[in-house]
């Protein structure tokens, strides 16, 4: 009865987002065919029939890769876009020059492919064109064509009930609040669960066409609604736990709704196996060695930068608590003024935080404050996705007030993760309970495939400058 897995790849939203992505991709293979089909005639000078006898398999699958990444890059698989505005309609064509401009790198370094400036040229307006009308299409014919599953939070104490005021006011697409099943007693004939109205679970149920049931977390499905619960399953009636839902619907796991029971039943290591891990540092040292080359040459303007904007040196090294706990002194570009820079504070950042430089700000905001640390992950002591390392004095005083807050040393610390692209800064202890509870939800689906997911969202934050 778990969620947290399936909602990544599956799920009503999901499923709506790979039609929009498979209907784009039949439309750019399709439309990369014809740019090649009509390069051969005009051009190459072949009749219909030999044009499209040739092999143009490896050509248009590059078309269709490059111009998919774009348009993934370029945030046009968020279900609440509006492609009717003009706004939204000039991105898709961004998004399309994009894939043009990506299609042509690739080109230049892959002569066999024979694609040539015509081909990706026509490609675009063909591609923009059927792209465009393919949306319009989806979102007034095909986005909502069922109605929202409609959810009952079945709730044991009132910090639950709670849940369902922060669930309501969030779009939560396909699904919608029922209502609440504030459990006041069960029946002493067979165990029913009973309301404060003295209505049994059973008949709420049927009553509210209810297609999901979300129980305490704590508390768990009752033993006496084991067998009721398969008739419901059978019945296409979702039975999740409040914890894993939420997590779903928000991406992050409310503290106040799990034990040690849920932590032992829903948390494992993460990445599992050590040839996972293996695979995960080889992917790590990849990644790291591609962005030292790309970015290195930049290094000394940028620290030029810093230095004149404000005295003092130009990397920040700082010790932090890694893998375990373990100390690891990271290195990032300074984007505070040196004063500040001092070991013993462990003030938090804040929003207009007057500590930072005018560089710094920027730095921030485009995350090249971080380069450093690709350092740290050559040596093994980070990896690309993780969660942030933290100063010492902040961990012991955080596990002090928040449940479980050792397990966020369950793996390496990360340049990206799920937090980092979720939520903002921590600027004092209560942000830092929320920002556990993302984190929280990063040590759950913790996988390659989730690796891959944060480093394409966290290309497209770099892409559209969305850091603090």
């Known amino acids: 009865m ?45 009749s219909l029939e030999k044009a499209l006898s040739e092999p143009m398999l490896s050509g248009i699958l590059t078309l269709t890769f490059a111009y998919l990444t774009t348009l993934y890059i ?101 699904y919608e609040i029922a209502g609440v099943f504030m459990v006041a007693g069960q029946s002493a004939g067979n165990g029913q669960l009973l309301d404060e109205q003295g209505r049994p679970l059973e008949q709420v149920v049927v009553d509210e066409q209810v297609d999901t049931l979300v129980f305490s977390a704590r508390r768990g499905l009752p033993p006496e609604y084991l067998n009721k619960a398969i008739d419901w399953k059978f019945d296409g009636v979702g039975i999740y ?42 992917i790590d040292i990849v990644l790291a060695l591609f962005g030292l080359a790309v970015t290195l040459p930049f290094w000394p303007p940028l620290m030029l930068l810093i230095k004149l904007d404000s005295p003092g040196p130009a990397i920040f090294r700082q010790e932090r608590l890694g893998l375990r706990q373990q100390p690891v002194v990271i290195a990032k570009f300074r984007t505070m003024y040196a004063r500040f820079e001092e070991e013993g504070e462990a003030a938090y950042a804040q929003k207009e935080d007057p500590r930072v430089t005018r560089v710094g700000k920027w730095l921030r905001k485009t995350r090249l404050d971080e380069l450093p640390q690709l350092w740290n992950v050559l040596k093994g002591e980070m990896s690309i996705v993780g969660l942030r390392p933290i100063r010492k004095i902040n961990a012991d005083r955080l596990a002090k007030q928040i449940p479980f807050y050792h397990l966020r040393f369950s793996m390496k610390p990360g340049l990206t993760g799920w937090p980092q692209l979720r939520y903002r800064y921590a600027d004092d202890d209560t942000s830092h309970l929320h920002k556990f509870e993302y984190e929280l939800y990063h040590i759950q689906n913790a996988s390659l495939a989730f690796d891959l997911y944060l480093i394409v969202k966290t290309v497209q934050q770099l892409f559209f400058g969305r850091g603090q």
């Open 241 to 282: 736990d409040v914890a894993n839902f939420y997590g779903a619907m928000t991406g992050r796991v409310p503290i106040e709704t799990i034990d040690a029971r849920w932590v032992l039943d829903h948390l494992s290591q993460p990445y599992g196996s050590a040839v996972v891990w293996r695979i995960k540092r080889l």
């Open 74 to 174: 370029f945030d046009q698989y968020n279900l609440r876009r509006d492609i009717s505005s003009r706004t939204e309609a000039a991105m898709l064509l961004l998004a399309n020059v994009a894939g043009m401009a990506l299609d042509a790198i690739i080109a230049f370094f892959l002569r066999d492919l024979a694609l040539g400036r015509f081909v990706i040229l026509i490609h675009l307006p063909l591609a923009f064109g059927a792209l465009y009308l393919w949306r319009r299409i989806f979102h007034s014919h095909l986005l909502r064509v069922t109605r929202p599953h409609r959810v009952l939070l079945v709730a044991a104490n009132p910090v639950e009930r709670g849940i369902e005021a922060e669930l309501r006011d969030r779009p939560l697409g396909d």
């Open 2 to 46: 778990s969620l947290h897995r399936a909602s990544l790849w599956t799920g009503s939203r999901r499923q709506r987002q790979l039609t929009l992505l498979a209907g784009d991709a039949a439309i750019v293979l399709f439309t990369s065919a014809v740019a090649v089909t009509l390069r051969r005639i005009f051009l190459a000078g072949m």
